[in-house]
Nanobody, 126 residues
Framework: VQLQASGGGLVQAGGSLRLSCAASVPTFSALVMGWFRQAPGKEREFVAAISWGGYRKGYADSVKGRFTISRDNAEKTVYLQLSSLRPEDTAVYYC????????????????????WGQGTLVTVSS
């Protein structure tokens, strides 16, 4: 499984970005997908996750109501819409895939994700 994240950039506080993560895998629809982020000097943290069919989603409290995760199984892509951005959202954002989940499951534990993209940097200026 290869994951290619894109869409990061520099944005002012209050602005929006959409991150994309394209997967090269035959069975994308059977992967639980997640987004994580790592800010400078901090540990990697969970941001959002989405179940196989996209019907269940989970978010970190810090982004709930501001970020939206979605997926297009036909395009083998997962998205993260970032809105109302804050300087504290500045981080490298990583997409990840878990092939051991079950239908309807969302996963926030990064240890359960087997595959990781290279990361895309989001910088929010005040």
């Amino acid at each position: 499984v290869q994951l290619q994240a894109s869409g990061g950039g520099l944005v002012q506080a209050g602005g929006s970005l959409r991150l994309s993560c394209a997967a090269s895998v035959p069975t994308f629809s059977a992967l639980v997908m997640g987004w994580f982020r790592q800010a400078p000097g901090k540990e990697r943290e969970f941001v959002a996750a989405i179940s196989w069919g996209g019907y269940r989603k989970g978010y970190a409290d810090s982004v709930k109501g501001r970020f939206t995760i979605s997926r297009d199984n036909a395009e083998k892509t997962v998205y993260l819409q970032l809105s109302s951005l804050r300087p504290e959202d500045t981080a490298v954002y990583y997409c990840a895939a878990c092939d051991s989940g079950v239908s309807g499951e969302v996963i926030s534990d990064d240890r359960r994700y087997q595959y990781w993209g290279q990361g895309t940097l989001v910088t929010v200026s005040s």
